[in-house]
């Protein structure tokens, strides 16, 4: 979330690869720039700094040169179940230390823009991929807790994971699902926690409490990182383990 985010990712990706022997760091970079989309700049930083795939939400075409830069980077994703012609894939194939492993993004439609159904969509990505690809990971973006809970029990045996985001705030549930996918509603967000899911208190009490009220700036201060660490057996796809983290990075 915005520049804070920004930056205890950039000071302390590397040290969390090494310390947990991380083969594959996944974030979500929807609210990278400013708490809106992503830029190329910033987003080629994080990928030569230790990000190896990139999911987003709804906030990722907020900035116009996201959509080019998305046609040209496959490790930056959208939602998989926005309309067939949109830029950018809702699915990243590639192998990690000879395993081949897919990370997939589909957005809830709970309190949320509209788009097409992802039980049905996620369904056809996963039909997509090859036996050969074992490990594979899940972002459901969406507000609504049922709407990620219903998810992970509709993929539990198929993928190895299923994460949320989009609420910023982390959630107490992980756990290892009966099929072997780990599941967590919510990972929560890396960035300022002195303001309201990262943005400016003030400013997001006055555009709760005044129509005329200007768009919020992110906040400042405080700043957590959010995450969650999976362990996934590469041969058969199944979780092992899953651990929350939320780091203090002041
Ligand atoms: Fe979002």
Same mark, same amino acid.
């Given at each position: ?137 899940? =972002? @459901?973006? +969406?507000?609504? #807790? *049922? ?6 029990? !509709?993929?539990? &045996?198929? /993928? ?42 003030? =400013? @997001?009490? +006055?555009?709760? #409490? *005044? ?6 700036? !992110?906040?400042? &201060?405080? /700043? ?27």
């Amino acid at each position: 979330m915005a520049k804070p985010g920004r930056i205890a990712v950039l000071e302390r990706i590397q040290d969390l690869r090494e310390q947990h022997a991380i083969d594959l760091a996944i974030m979500n970079a929807e609210n990278l720039a400013g708490g809106f989309s992503v830029t190329p700049q910033l987003c080629e930083q994080l990928f030569s700094h230790g990000i190896d795939v990139m999911t987003s939400g709804n906030h990722i075409f907020d900035k116009k040169e996201a959509i080019d830069y998305i046609r040209k980077q496959p490790r930056l994703l959208r939602p998989a179940n926005y309309p067939p012609n949109t830029p950018g894939s809702g699915c990243w194939v590639g192998q990690v230390n000879g395993t081949h492993v897919a990370v997939m993004n589909v957005m809830g439609r709970v309190f949320m823009p509209p788009s097409d159904d992802p039980f049905r969509v996620i369904d056809t990505v996963i039909d997509s991929l090859s036996d050969n690809v074992t490990v594979r990971i899940v =972002d @459901v973006h +969406a507000e609504a #807790t *049922s709407e990620k809970v219903a998810m992970g029990w !509709h993929l539990d &045996g198929r /993928v190895s994971a299923v994460c949320g985001t989009h609420t910023h705030v982390q959630t107490a549930d992980e756990r290892i699902l009966p099929g072997g996918t780990a599941y967590l509603t919510d990972l929560g967000m890396t960035g300022s926690y002195a303001g309201v899911i990262g943005m400016d208190k003030a =400013d @997001v009490i +006055a555009r709760f #409490t *005044s129509v005329t009220a200007r768009r919020a700036e !992110h906040s400042n &201060g405080q /700043v957590r990182i959010c995450a969650a660490l999976l362990d996934i057996d590469d041969a058969t796809g199944r979780a092992m383990s899953i651990e929350r983290l939320s780091l203090s990075h002041e």
